[in-house]
């Protein structure tokens, strides 16, 4: 049989829309892969690690023997990853990596993917800075008050600033709900997305409970922050979602009894979110 050329036209463009779709579903199928298992480095972790994180990171204490191995094979891979840089006379040690390294990681300990991809560079200061940047609100939704200084700052174009003596001060007591690295790292999160809006990437159909969860919290902050009540969070996260979503990671890693107690749904989402569950690793008396 004799196909003129406009016969075959049909035939041509459905075989180029399958191979087109194929095409599209196979590279989502393999970054979906990919973005599951995180490459983890083949070298073994410097021994000198285990000291540090014992020393400076008390909130990896009460994790189990993996969790603890896991957490320094991620801060294995951040350190080799990020780029360090000292300011305001600073000299970045392996110590100051390792311990930045390893609370930071503590986020993506049960959480695929991979290790903070739109992260390249964390600044340190020795102490409080007055930030450089031009006021306004970055991606991540960090507010900028120029001439104030700061303990921390997170930027949506791959920086995180902290202030070291804050870094150390903030792990060194793990019960505190106050921990620079944590919240900073939780702005890094909230922002992959490219919005920094209190909505990390969350799993499929987890978005309409957790909106309407953070958002009912997010207003009791507001107001028990203007009734000056205590909470088990920080007032500071009655500024903004943005900010409510890094103060609640900072009270569910370092006061999670405390937080699943009077907040059980907020707790909920976010042990969702994470994968984890920290107020089953705490003694009852310490939190
Ligand atoms: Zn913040």
């Keep these: 049989m004799i196909h003129r050329v406009t016969d075959l036209i049909p035939v041509v463009l459905l075989a180029l829309a399958c191979f087109v779709g194929g095409y599209v579903l196979l590279s989502r199928l393999l970054r979906g892969l990919s973005s599951q298992q995180p490459r983890l ?9 285990y000291d540090i994180v014992d020393r400076r990171v008390p909130l990896a204490h009460d994790l189990t023997i993996d969790e603890r191995e896991r957490l320094l094979r991620l801060a294995q891979r951040f350190v080799a990853e990020k780029h360090f840089e000292g300011c305001g006379g600073v000299t970045v040690t392996e110590e100051m990596k390792v311990t930045i390294a390893a609370v930071a990681c ?21 102490h409080a800075f007055v930030p450089k940047r031009a006021a306004g609100a970055s ?10 200084p700061v303990v921390g700052q997170s930027w949506g174009l791959g920086v995180v600033i902290v202030a070291w003596d804050e870094v150390v001060r903030g792990a060194r007591d793990a019960t505190d709900g106050h921990n620079v690295v944590l919240h900073e790292f939780a702005h890094q999160l909230d922002g992959e997305d490219g919005v920094g809006d209190g909505v990390p990437l969350l799993a499929t159909g987890a978005l309409r409970t957790w909106a309407r969860v953070l958002g009912q919290e997010y207003e009791r902050l507001r107001d028990d922050s203007a009734a000056q009540r205590l909470s088990a969070l920080d007032p500071y996260g009655a500024t903004s979602k943005t900010e409510f979503f890094a103060v609640a990671t900072e009270s569910f890693f370092e006061r999670p009894l405390q937080l699943e107690r009077e907040h059980p749904e907020l707790y909920a989402e976010l042990k969702r979110f994470y994968g984890q569950d920290p107020a089953r690793r705490v003694s009852p008396t310490t939190a």
Excluded at 106 to 126: A, D, K, Q, W
Excluded at 139 to 148: D, S
């Design 41 to 49: 480095r083949k070298e073994p972790i410097p021994p000198a690690w």
């Design 106 to 126: 503590l986020l993506l300990l049960h959480l695929e993917g991979p290790c903070y991809p739109t992260l390249r560079t964390v600044l340190i200061y020795p």
């Design 139 to 148: 991606r991540t939704g960090e507010l900028m008050r120029p001439a104030i």
